[in-house]
């Protein structure tokens, strides 16, 4: 199915719960929190959705919104992409995992966790992946400067990000 | 002159110097040689050159260089190991395999040690080294060291048993266990020309796995256990162990072509010339099989030579004995 | 594979199905006592690509469970490219997989292309399919080199490098570097093939093509390489989606799935190709599959050769290039699987979220189910038939 099509089905699956958008090919649909778990079930077992391949799970650091946690999968046999979006509070946000449904969303939450401070409910390990088990602070977050001139100030021209 | 020279070596205190120094010049040439040859095989067949630098022509004194270079170097005893037993390893593996070489027949008289039971003399001597290994394997106090010794006592002891059983059949067919009788017995073409020829893969097989050569170098895997039992060693005591497995090819290939392929006979000018032609044929073989094959597993190393060789090399000794009995000539 | 049998006895055997061997437990009311041995495999090993570590516990020569730790190379890119300009970031992911740069670096043109709805000219397009289809090639033959010899064949290895210090030849007389690049820009390419760089291309195709079946004769052909892999860490193909194991892997397992044929990008729905799978799933067929994509590579090189127009290789960017606000998603087909890059922009110099999808960490991340129950020698050969680069994994 193409995005308009999977659009059109999944909001008359789920009606008010998503908010479609197509951009560039790729659809996504923002759900609430609580529907998060909900969506991803029929992601992989709607058979008409069918997505069997997990393709990889982010999270966006939204500012004031909170944070944004994008998970995207792919339908081999019918060939079409869907990304769900949602976002959770940035103090103590988590979400329930879906790492049963997918077993490569197990080091993608790992990862998601460390780098943002986004718990999931459910998951088998959620211990540091990436980082060193000594490390404090959540990296991908925009408060969190890269320490490169924090440290110590150098001269020259700045990269475009600072 | 030549009269007063045989009448000295009648005098067995000025012979057996003799024969030790002659013993121990082919030990220090003959395996250097296989090993410069082992550089240069395998370079060629890998698209490449191998050493050129020592020595000038070719690199040939590269051998050379590296046992200067093992010579200068540090002891290091790790210090949880078993220091007498890590120390006496090299040595328990190294010195039967010198023992060996004194058993070859390399010409018509030219015997070191004549021996009614040599043949099981010089296997039993070659089984010595497993001790050697075990030894290093355990005092060294390593995870990997440990793990490649069990694997290679395992395999040792496996590999045996069709080892002997191809030179028992070899010594049922010329009648008796001298080395020197045994090659007296064959034509110039040796035993291979029959079912000896069966005998004659199943001993080079086996002997490739005592000497923990590729396809069979499990215990010295060195993308999985780093190098096996030798992991802890450096300087002159490793070089003793590779100076032991280079012994050890030229070794069991001598015995392969005495067992097998007539020794010092060939078809004109009989001689210690052919041995060592023949020699250097089976190394060339042994240093082929490295370059091509991947190593065998454990388990289907095991498999292999009880499920395939023993019923084989067994079945072997009944076909030779069967022909010796009903005085089938060979 | 191991099956409980009664009293706290185990009998496993060997994935191939030889070997059949009792362990004795450690439960209480057995008199012997054997204890499960934990072995860190790595970060410093010959046999893992660079640093990984796998945290091991062995019962005897079985493996319990394996679980893998990563992180030693972590570089923070994802950080980094907040940071960074477009033509930077190009420069950066050249690092991932670092043996076929230009694969990377394609995915990171094409999202900030897709976002500023760029057209990239013809010429651009045809050149960076084979670039990308060389370094696919250049990456597939470091594999055939290296999977051997960690099973003991020492051979395979020079010859591999003896093809790719050719390719590597016409790289850097194409773009001035061997392993990092830099080819790729926003809207095109840095700067136009040298004149006679497409016959140099052209020769070398046939060549290649017959030293490939000098792999399938020495590797594929050996006995024991068959006996070491066939039946050998076998990956089912819902099990390889689940984990979004993805590229030679996948298609080993029997799922036709690659990024060109799906979704075609670049002209890859010009040219003819196929996409070769295997059977089973195990390690052999891993291996023949990137043998056989080589194959295919070569073919599309071959019809690329002859079908690149004449005309500008790039366009011109504004002075500051800005991709609008949104987000783009692209996905392409790397060497070592599926390479998707997610951009969030807000309209500024640098993005604002760049996620890296890199096939090696899911890939990787399948080995605790691939390890469990298999045996210490067979671990080697399951994880090099994963195929990964480290950092790829790490980023």
């Given amino acids: 199915m193409d995005a308009d099509a999977l659009r059109d089905h999944l909001v008359a699956e789920l009606g008010d719960a998503v908010e479609p958008e197509v951009a560039y090919g790729t659809l996504t649909v923002t759900v609430a929190q609580d529907d998060w778990r909900r969506v991803a079930e029929l992601a992989k077992r709607g058979p008409d959705l069918a997505c069997n391949f997990f393709d990889f799970l982010c999270g966006v650091d939204e500012e004031a919104d909170g944070i944004g946690v994008v998970l995207h999968v792919y339908s081999i046999p019918h060939r079409h992409h869907l990304q769900v979006r949602t976002v959770v509070p940035r103090d103590g946000g988590h979400l329930p995992t879906v790492s049963d449904l997918w077993a490569g969303a197990n080091w993608h939450e790992r990862e998601t966790a460390e780098l943002f401070g986004v718990g999931f409910d459910g998951h088998p390990n959620l211990a540091k992946l990436l980082l060193a088990e000594e490390f404090e602070g959540y990296p991908l977050r925009k408060e969190f400067a890269l320490v490169t001139r924090e440290a110590k100030p150098w001269p020259g021209a700045k990269e475009p990000g600072e | ?330 | 594979m191991a099956t409980e049998l009664g009293q706290g006895g185990v009998a496993f055997q060997a994935a191939d199905g030889t070997g059949v061997g009792i362990i004795v437990r450690d439960k209480a009311d057995r008199e012997l006592h054997t204890q499960d041995m934990t072995l860190n495999v790595g970060p410093q090993h010959p046999a893992t690509h660079g640093v990984l570590r796998v945290l091991v516990t062995l019962d005897g020569e079985v493996i319990e469970d394996a679980q893998p730790v990563i992180g030693y190379m972590h570089r923070s890119f994802e950080k980094l490219a907040e940071y960074r300009d477009y033509r930077q970031i190009i420069a950066l992911v050249n690092r991932h997989d670092w043996v076929s740069s230009i694969c990377n670096e394609l995915g990171v043109a094409m999202v900030v292309e897709r976002q500023m709805d760029l057209e990239v000219p013809e010429r651009a397009t045809w050149i960076r399919m084979l670039m990308a289809e060389w370094t696919r090639v250049l990456n597939h033959l470091m594999f055939v080199g290296s999977y051997p010899l960690e099973l003991g064949a020492i051979t395979p290895m020079f010859y591999a490098f003896r093809e790719r210090e050719e390719i590597q030849a016409l790289m850097e007389w194409i773009t001035g570097g061997r392993l990092h690049l830099t080819y790729c820009r926003v809207g095109g390419l840095k700067q136009d093939l040298p004149r006679g760089a497409i016959q140099m291309s052209r020769d070398l195709v046939p060549r290649m093509r017959e030293r490939l079946k000098e792999y399938e004769d020495l590797v594929l052909g050996n006995e024991i390489f068959a006996a070491r892999t066939k039946g050998i860490g076998v990956l089912p193909a819902d099990v390889a989606c689940s984990y979004g194991v993805s590229g030679a892997l996948l298609q080993a397992a029997g799922v036709p799935e690659d990024s060109r044929k799906t979704e075609p990008y670049l002209f890859y729905d010009q040219v003819e190709f196929d996409v070769p799978t295997g059977r089973n799933g195990d390690c052999y067929d891993r291996y023949a599959t990137l043998i056989a994509r080589i194959r295919e590579s070569l073919r599309i090189i071959e019809q690329v050769n002859e079908r690149i127009p004449p005309g500008p290789v790039n366009v011109k960017l504004p002075k500051v290039v800005r991709a609008p606000q949104g987000h783009a998603y692209v996905r392409t087909e790397a060497p070592l699987g599926q390479l998707s890059y997610y951009m969030v922009s807000h309209n500024e110099k640098t993005p604002w979220r760049f996620k890296m999808r890199t096939p090696s960490f899911n890939n990787v991340s399948s080995l605790p189910y691939l390890l469990k129950g298999t045996l210490l020698p067979d671990m080697i050969a399951v994880m090099g038939s994963m195929f990964f680069i480290v950092g790829d994994i790490d980023r």
């Fill in chain 2, 1 to 330: 002159m030549i009269d007063a020279a045989r009448d000295l070596l009648d005098n067995y205190w000025v012979l057996m110097p003799v024969k030790v120094l002659a013993v121990l010049v082919l030990f220090l040439t003959f395996p250097l040689l296989v090993g410069y040859m082992e550089h240069k095989v395998m370079a060629h067949m890998q698209a490449r050159l191998g050493p050129m630098e020592a020595g000038r022509f070719h690199g040939v004194l590269q051998l050379v260089a590296d046992g200067i270079k093992f010579v200068q170097k540090e002891s290091i005893i790790p210090r949880a190991a078993d220091k007498w037993v890590f120390a006496l390893a090299p040595a328990v593996a190294l010195i039967p395999a010198i023992l060996v070489f004194g058993f070859i027949p390399y010409g018509r008289d030219l015997v070191p040690i004549r021996s009614d039971v040599g043949l099981f003399v010089t296997l039993a001597l070659s089984s010595v080294s497993v001790i050697g290994v075990l030894m290093a394997a355990w005092s060294s106090a390593n995870k990997y060291s440990l793990m490649g010794g069990i694997r290679a006592a395992a395999q040792l002891i496996a590999y045996e048993l069709p080892l002997v059983l191809a030179a028992a059949a070899v010594a049922m067919q010329a009648g008796s266990a001298d080395l020197a009788v045994i090659v007296e017995r064959q034509g110039w073409w040796g035993y291979i020309v029959g079912p000896l020829v069966i005998g004659f893969f199943v001993y080079g097989t086996a002997a490739l796995a005592e000497l923990t050569r590729p396809p069979f170098d499990m215990p010295v895997a060195d993308s999985e256990l780093v190098f096996g039992h030798l992991t802890e060693y450096t300087g002159l005591r490793f070089a003793f162990f590779l100076l032991t497995e280079y012994a050890g090819i030229v070794s069991q290939a001598a015995i392969a072509a005495t067992l097998f392929l007539g020794g010092w006979k060939g078809p004109f000018l009989d001689g210690p010339w052919w041995l060592a032609a023949k020699v250097l044929a089976l190394s060339f073989v042994v240093i082929w099989a490295r370059s091509t094959y991947p190593r065998l597993r454990e388990d289907q190393l095991q498999t292999f030579a009880w499920l395939r060789l023993v019923p084989v090399s067994l079945a072997l000794l009944l076909v030779v004995g069967f022909l010796k009995v009903y005085e089938v000539g060979i």
